[in-house]
């Protein structure tokens, strides 16, 4: 029966509750899931080395026969040890398995075997600990390689997954109309979870992941384009585009950019109609986001309607409230500040004057969203630097006001083609260039070994009249030999930068304390401000011209890039010094691509290829659904291929109601865990 793919997983032979329960911690509950576990990598026995050449420390797959099995040993706490001596021919090793008899008895003297494990050991004398191995002469040499947890080893998954599918292929089914499936060149869903898991070769596996990543991507886009549809049927305030901001382009300092005046227009054209607006203003750090939310504000402000800008952190807030009342007191609105770190009286009286309608802007971190504020007419809600937001947050900041209209601003660039996929309900407009004559941040990576000379640079630069951030990764001395903010600072004010002016701030300083160093710090009363990564976000200080970065290892290539665009922000040819000691191979590649770029679009690529998506944007504050088959980033041309496909689906059947698009239906919303279609 069919229903027995959705039963608990203890239904396949074998499984018992502490198997099952090993299973659950991997969110494996039926069969069903149990097919669904796709495997992270597929090990190729094929590629197997001689064990002279297999590298120390790391995995490997040799090709063994075994010599002799020696006699399990039973240490403390039961622990058994089991070994065995191999050998590929030439040289000899030692085979270790820890606590599996059976796995150590499927051993025989005289087989060989492929064997996948760590190699230890000297040059003299290695050792495999716990490979996973088969038999020399099977026929399919590729195995899947799959997140296992300890107890559970990946030949139980294997037996368990065959009989899973097994009871999957006497009911096959299929959730793409045939002609999508014609139409892409797709495999059947069968046999994709068929290979995926017992691949007949390296291409059957291979396309088989492609169908399942198709599959995905697809349901992933239904569910995104679904949201953006019901979205354009709620109603939002219409502003009039005859409204002019002319006054605002004649108070600004500069003259906007190109990319800034055209995201200026798309918001405004957005504005003017009576669906909310939901888009993602997205440019590098120093394209001059910030005005372009003042542009917005200002013309909802003459249409009589309210906005709100939120910031993630109390140092942004205030900053760009100071920028705001810049550009638009002077044409009579009204902008104001509320923060947690208010008084009391404070916020109960800008409380009531929102309510009263008598402030145009208000700019705040999340004390803004609280159920205690009300707004008169609410309609224009910003968030910059959303990826630091959770998506409750930002859900209940959309709740204010009967659907206000959105901007959120983003200061990660995202591909645009991610971009699509993460925000698929909103519309995007990119700044693509920075401000004329700004120049590219001068990089370099070093060693500790030149800290001294880094920092002769930096009083040189400070003596021309500019300011200097020095970066750490910890505020408080610990185990680890990374610096720490406090001791640096102490240290640099009697050392480094002795008789210059310094300060120190990190997130655990009050707020008012924090206001009070960055204020000096803009008014160029500090010379050089040694902090944490408080002022990766936003922070805007023209006159920083130079930053060190200590512990560089420590940050990922955006976050390097979002500290680094806090300097080279004015006229000023400015520089980033970048310290570490770590030779690792990940770390030297990152320093390579700081130094030789400075193109955010470009360095955001990178990361996202050598870390994933998943991190890239901290743990689940993107509100994607996890996915797990497809890499989205390097799935560009697939989840091209699988919107278009959407598109063509939703657009003869909207609601997926037509009996073909069941299948899906109900799989698009198995992925996004809720009701998001209707
Ligand atoms: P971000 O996009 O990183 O938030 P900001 O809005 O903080 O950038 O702007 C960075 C700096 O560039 C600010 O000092 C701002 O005054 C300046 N700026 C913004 N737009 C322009 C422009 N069109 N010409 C010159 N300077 C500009
Ligand atoms: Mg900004």
Known sequence: ??????????????????????????GINSPYDLIYHIPRAYLDFRAYVPICQSKLGDYNVLKLTILQKNRPQRVRGGLVICNAIATDGIDSIVIVVYNNIYGFQAMQEGQTYYMYGKVNGSLMRREISAPVFIKAEESVLIQPIYRLTQGLSVNMVRTNMRQ??????????????????DGYKLPPLMWSLENIHFPESDSAAEEARRRLAFDELLKLQLGMTMMKLRRRKTTAFAMDSSVSIDDFSRNLPFELTEGQSSAVADII???????????????????????????????????????????????????????????????????????GAATAKKKNDIRARLAAGEIDVIVGTHAIIQKDVEYKALGLVITDEQHRFGVAQRAALAEKGDSPHRLVMSATPIPRTLALMIYGDLDISVISQLPKGRQPVKTYAVTGKKRADAFGF???????GRQAYVVCPMIEDSDSDLFAVKTYAEDAANGNLKGYSTALLHGRMRAAEKEKVMKKFRDGEIQALICTTVVEVGVDVPNAAVMVIENAERFGLSQLHQLRGRVGRGEFLSYCILITDNTNEDCMKRMKIMTHTTDGFKIAEEDLKMRGPGDFFGSAQHGLPPLKIADVACSMELSGMAQECAQRILANDPTLSKPQHRALKLDTMRLFDKDIIG
């Open 269 to 339: 054209r957005d504005l003017c109609r009576n669906t909310p607006m939901n888009r993602l203003l997205q440019g590098d750090v120093g394209s001059g986001k910030t005005a372009v939310a003042a542009a917005a504000c200002c013309f909802a402000a003459k249409n009589g309607i309210q906005s709100a800008l939120m910031a993630p952190t109390e140092i942004l807030a205030s900053q760009h409230y100071s920028t705001l009342s810049a550009l638009l007191e002077p044409l009579g609105l009204n902008v104001c500040l509320l923060t």
């Open 458 to 464: 930096v009083r040189k630069l400070i003596d021309e």
């Open 164 to 181: 899973a599918l097994g009871i999957m292929e006497k009911f096959p089914f299929e959730t793409l109309p045939q002609e999508i499936l």
């Open 1 to 26: 029966m069919a229903a027995d793919l959705f039963s608990e997983i203890e239904y396949l032979k074998g499984v018992g509750k502490a198997r099952g329960e090993k299973y659950r911690k991997l």
